[in-house]
């Protein structure tokens, strides 16, 4: 189907962010400090942390909204602490939990090209928007603090809309909000589950950015394009005509 794009949906961690990096350097500064101060090991710790925290993501729903994300990244560090052998101290939970949060938004960076393609795009006049499963006391400072704010018009998040991806409802508010529809929109995400499926339900071109190489599930729809990195989105999204290198579409899988 021909297509012209002229507004673009992107997910934020892993996506835009090296999001996955700061939350391991974060998550293990932590244990080794507590491994210092407690004698556990800083090995299964941070572990049990990373266990903890996919848990949580990957389980997200609509119900887990009312729970502000301070609070509930406490309870990951306590549950955390325990499996490694540290009796329940939730003074100690909340400390990890502060200097987890500080660590993180000061490990944060953008992926290479990112910026760069956020800008080619405003310049060809799309419309930007973030969309995000994040939770706006935390992700309010992390695009900030990569100065992406400037760069999009609009920032959609889990307990601002009270929908979590993939809610196809939160996908036709980002197009309706932006003044386009979703056959001249795309989504760009590292998560087929959350980014591309309530994406692709509901008309949207899909860029899956395969960081993960988690397969496909067996008979599940492929994305429209698949690029490994940030930097390479700009090659498969349909711009038309005269807007720039995207016209015509890659699809890696075929």
């Not at 990096?21 to 710790?45: F, H, M, N, P």
């Not at 087929?192 to 496909?216: C, E, K, M, Q």
């Not at 394009?225 to 579409?249: E, H, N, Y």
């Amino acid at each position: 189907m021909n297509r012209t794009i002229d507004t673009v949906l992107f997910d934020l961690d892993d996506t835009l962010l090296d999001d996955s990096a700061a939350y391991k350097a974060a998550a293990r500064r932590v244990a080794a400090e507590v491994a210092a101060e407690r004698g556990v090991d800083a090995g299964r710790l941070f572990t049990m942390y990373v266990a903890e925290a996919n848990g949580f993501w990957k389980k997200l729903s609509q119900e887990h909204l009312a729970q502000p994300i301070h609070d509930a990244r406490v309870q990951l560090w306590s549950d955390a602490l325990i499996a490694s052998g540290v009796p329940f101290d939730v003074a100690l939970a909340q400390r990890c939990s502060e200097r987890y949060t500080r660590y993180r938004a000061e490990s944060l960076e953008l992926f290479p090209g990112a910026l760069e393609l956020v800008r080619v795009l405003r310049e060809h006049g799309c419309k930007l928007a973030i969309v995000t499963n994040g939770f706006a006391a935390t992700h309010d400072e992390k695009i900030d603090r990569v100065g992406l704010r400037q760069h999009v018009d609009a920032v959609f998040m889990a307990d601002t809309m009270g929908m979590v991806k993939p809610d196809p409802e939160i996908f036709r508010l980002a197009c309706r909000t932006l003044g386009s529809e979703p056959a001249r929109s795309a989504m760009v995400g590292d998560r087929y589950d959350r980014d591309i499926i309530g994406a692709a339900g509901v008309g949207l071109f899909t860029v899956l950015i395969d960081i993960h190489a988690i397969p496909l599930p067996d008979g599940a729809r492929p994305p429209d394009a698949v690029v490994d990195s940030i930097a390479g989105v700009l090659d498969v999204l349909p711009l038309g005509a005269g807007q720039g290198p995207g016209f015509g579409v890659k699809n890696p899988r075929g």
